[in-house]
């Protein structure tokens, strides 16, 4: 049996850089009023002997974790197959694991996990929460909110989220009232972008293949179509829409089902990459030629799926990775600042409660 190596102990770093174990604690544990030579003294012979403060007690000094929970609200098997969480995680990842802070993963399986989920937060282990895919009347919001855990939120939570997030028992009027931090991309325009495109390459059967239609993102996609389209033939043919859910299979249903509705469609404009993704196969089985007889848009630029897909995707790009660092970064500010939510300025677009990100469009062989 290997011997257990004994850790240096805080008496050890003490003895080494000649100060009292205090001064030790105060400098490992962040405190103030040690002067910066003796800081520095401190500092070295924590190298030195390799010393890893104690987090318990160091959380006792601080009350800070330095753990921020990442909760999303979607099965594991959705988030563990959807290239989109593994981006939004890299980047949220990248930008803890920069300031030194943990990432604790918890998923949602059911409206059953809720409590336990708001049970956790409560209980203190995490300094804030970064929450995204929520679905419309989630008492997610809610329950973090009694938890009293600073949170951002990843996509423009309904209002109804807004409010119960905000602890109101009232619908609020503006995003202000609501005070709800949240990151998302232009959903809207990048949806009029893909379907002017659409119209520009001389379409007119223009469809759509929606998102689940209890998340906002979905909402708004859906929004931008119908904008495109009343602006430029007076009204959108209802037929012409499939609700599907931003899966694969959710885009081979829906593009069956739109097939069998309107077999001449010239275009399609799914709501994200995996939607496109089912769809392509779908046309390629039914003997449709991509773009020839059906031109195809996507949305959310997934590089391992709009590259690869046969031909490759035109597809509005957003900055997955980037969104899942902005959020992360406006937490870990607001936790300093002594807030959650003070927003940047530059680069972004900001509302009363939020950022919202461009979109661009991407141009490849599908459309």
């Known amino acids: 049996m290997t011997e257990a190596v004994s850790r240096p102990t805080l008496e050890a770093v003490a003895a080494r850089a000649g100060v009292s174990r205090a001064t030790v604690s105060r400098v490992v544990n962040g405190g103030d009023g040690v002067r910066e030579p003796l800081a520095e003294r401190v500092r070295r012979a924590v190298d030195e002997l390799g010393y890893v403060p104690n987090q318990a007690a160091r959380s006792l000094v601080t009350r800070r974790h330095d753990a921020v929970a990442v909760v999303i609200a979607e099965p594991e098997s959705r988030v563990f197959a959807d290239p989109f969480f593994a981006l939004q995680l890299r980047g949220i990842s990248k930008e803890l694991t920069a300031h030194d802070n943990q990432l604790v993963l918890l998923l949602t399986e059911g409206r059953a996990d809720h409590a336990r989920v708001a049970r956790y937060l409560a209980g203190g282990h995490v300094d804030g929460a970064l929450v995204f895919s929520l679905h419309l009347d989630d008492p997610l919001p809610g329950l973090i909110h009694e938890a009293g855990v600073p949170t951002v939120f990843g996509g423009r939570p309904d209002r109804g989220a807004a409010d119960r997030a905000a602890g109101s028992g009232r619908r609020a009027r503006t995003g202000e009232e609501r005070g709800v931090a949240y990151v998302d991309c232009d959903n809207r325009g990048g949806a009029r972008a893909a379907v002017r495109h659409l119209l520009d390459l001389g379409r007119r059967r223009v469809a759509h293949l929606t998102g689940a239609l209890d998340q906002t993102s979905a909402v708004d996609r859906l929004d931008g179509y119908r904008d495109v389209m009343a602006d430029a033939l007076g009204a959108s043919d209802p037929r012409l829409v499939v609700e599907s859910d931003f899966t694969p299979a959710g885009g081979e249903r829906a593009m069956r089902e739109l097939?069998?509705?309107?077999?001449?469609?010239?275009?399609?404009?799914?709501?994200?990459?995996?939607?496109?993704?089912?769809?392509?196969?779908?046309?390629?089985?039914?003997?449709?030629?991509?773009?020839?007889?059906?031109?195809?848009?996507?949305?959310?630029?997934?590089?391992?799926?709009?590259?690869?897909?046969?031909?490759p995707l035109t597809t509005v790009r957003q900055d997955i990775e980037g969104m899942g660092r902005l959020m992360a970064g406006l937490l870990l500010r607001g936790l300093s600042d002594g807030r959650d939510g003070r927003r940047p300025t530059t680069g972004t677009r900001d509302t009363p409660g939020g950022v919202i990100l461009p979109t661009t469009l991407i141009r490849r062989a599908s459309a």
């Open 259 to 311: 097939l069998g509705r309107c077999p001449d469609v010239d275009a399609v404009f799914a709501a994200n990459d995996l939607t496109a993704l089912g769809a392509l196969r779908v046309l390629r089985e039914s003997g449709r030629r991509v773009p020839e007889d059906v031109a195809v848009v996507g949305f959310d630029d997934m590089v391992p799926v709009a590259e690869q897909t046969d031909p």
